[in-house]
């Protein structure tokens, strides 16, 4: 267990830790454009590939779709909490899955963040007005080519949500000490395009993280943790 997870319980001083933490250890910038000619040449983003090393071939086989989350973190009055939706079942794509809030970065998106401010307005009716950005995780490539962009941002508690059935089932909160608690992340395998692959799980309860988003929040507690954990 890290100590910003052992800290949580005693709510303002997990708040202020992280807040911290956050100012120092998150990217201040979002990451621009992999710049091939670069010497030396730039290493690939997280991804599906940090567990299985095969697929950032067939990732990078052609240009990544650019997309963006929000990793929304809320403070609440004993504890700090990361909301998260559950994708509404009838969706093409990820249809029941947990997800943060987010999608593809249209052309009209000046930014990842303005990008994930619009989904998560448009999918849980949050205000943007009422997401204070604290920085950005390391992009994350998925093994299906799309280039992640993880925007955190601290939400205001009384924040009020309206989902759009059409997108989100549900939306709920995890408490943050319990993600950071490493004894939390599992490692769990199925089988994939013909062949078992291991990824990321973080089961809460009935709840199960997975796949992508089990990877950005795995992302979160390399960047928050003490050298030493």
């Not at 009422?130 to 941002?153: E, R």
Request: proline residues 12%.
């Amino acid at each position: 267990m890290t100590d910003l997870a052992a800290s949580t319980a005693q709510g303002s001083l997990a708040l202020d830790l992280f807040l911290e933490r956050a100012r120092t250890r998150l990217r201040p910038e979002p990451p621009g454009p992999q710049d091939e000619t670069a010497n030396p040449p730039p290493s690939p983003p997280r991804g599906d590939h940090d567990l299985e090393p095969d697929v950032l071939e067939a990732a990078l086989s052609r240009p990544p779709r650019l997309a963006a989350v929000l990793v929304p973190v809320v403070p609440r009055d004993d504890a700090v909490s990361v909301l998260f939706t559950l994708r509404s079942p009838h969706l093409r794509d990820h249809s029941g899955q947990i997800a943060f809030p987010g999608g593809k970065i249209d052309p009209g998106d000046p930014s990842p963040l303005a990008a994930a401010l619009r989904e998560a307005q448009e999918e849980i009716g949050l205000d943007p007005a009422a997401v204070t950005p604290l920085g950005y995780l390391d992009p994350y490539l998925s093994g299906t080519g799309f280039l992640v962009t993880p925007v955190v941002g601290l939400v205001a508690p009384d924040a009020s949500l309206t989902l759009n059935p059409h997108e989100v089932a549900e939306a709920f909160e995890v408490p943050l000490d319990f993600l950071m608690d490493v004894a939390n992340h599992a490692l769990h395998s199925r089988e994939w395009r013909g062949r078992q692959r291991r990824y990321y799980a973080i089961p809460f309860g009935e709840r199960y993280i997975w796949g992508v988003t089990a990877g950005i929040v795995r992302n979160l507690y390399d960047r928050l943790r003490d050298a030493d954990e």
